[in-house]
């Protein structure tokens, strides 16, 4: 009897294997079989294409005395980019120098935290290195005997002033918020 149970066990076990492999091929109807399109490179370009040329023109070097300046004469050098202007119709110009007034528009705008200063350089690049992982914008400023951490410079303020408790609680010191000096960091 145990025979008859273990025959009829085994044939089930093989209709339902048929059934589980063979079935879902023949009841999934058409397949799509996706084929990668691959376009040829040609090796080496075709020689009878035209190779667009133009015309590369010598600069023009004009001698000129500049107006209150230190320098009596100096060479300025133009390119003649219009390849339809003749020689003829070249001008000398007149260069006019104008002082500027120098302005600073980053002086208002930036802030950073002077976070401490320490007379061991090693450890002050350890905690900026560290500081830089936790994903601040950490830098080191060396002077005579101390060298400063400082965060920054970063345009918000407030930004800056939350980063100042943030940093107390991983440091344990409080930094302090100075305007940004980009002549002078």
């Known amino acids: 009897m145990a025979s008859k149970f273990q025959s009829r066990l085994v044939g089930t076990i093989i209709l339902v294997a048929v059934g589980v492999i063979v079935l879902p091929d023949v009841l999934d109807g058409e397949k799509k079989h996706y084929k990668e399109e691959l376009a040829a ?15 590369v023109l010598e600069p023009i070097v004009v001698q000129t005395a500049l107006p209150d300046s230190p320098v009596t004469k100096s060479s ?9 202007v003749n020689e003829d119709e070249v001008k000398e110009v007149e260069v006019v120098i104008n ?10 705008s930036a802030w950073i935290i002077q ?6 350089a090693d450890n002050a690049k350890t905690l900026v290195n560290d500081l830089q992982k936790r994903g ?5 400023k060396q002077e005579d005997e101390f060298t400063r951490v400082i965060i920054g410079p970063d345009a918000s303020k407030d930004k800056l002033e939350r980063q100042i408790k943030e940093l107390q609680k991983v440091t344990g010191s409080k930094g302090q918020l100075l305007k940004f000096k980009p002549l002078n960091p």
């Open 41 to 55: 490179i040609p090796l080496k370009p075709d020689v009878g294409t035209e190779v667009e040329s133009f015309e």
């Open 76 to 84: 300025i050098t133009a390119d003649v980019i219009d390849a339809e």
């Open 99 to 108: 002082d500027v007034i120098e302005k600073n528009d980053y002086q208002e």
């Open 115 to 120: 976070l401490m200063a320490l007379k061991n």
């Open 136 to 140: 601040y914008q950490a830098h080191i």
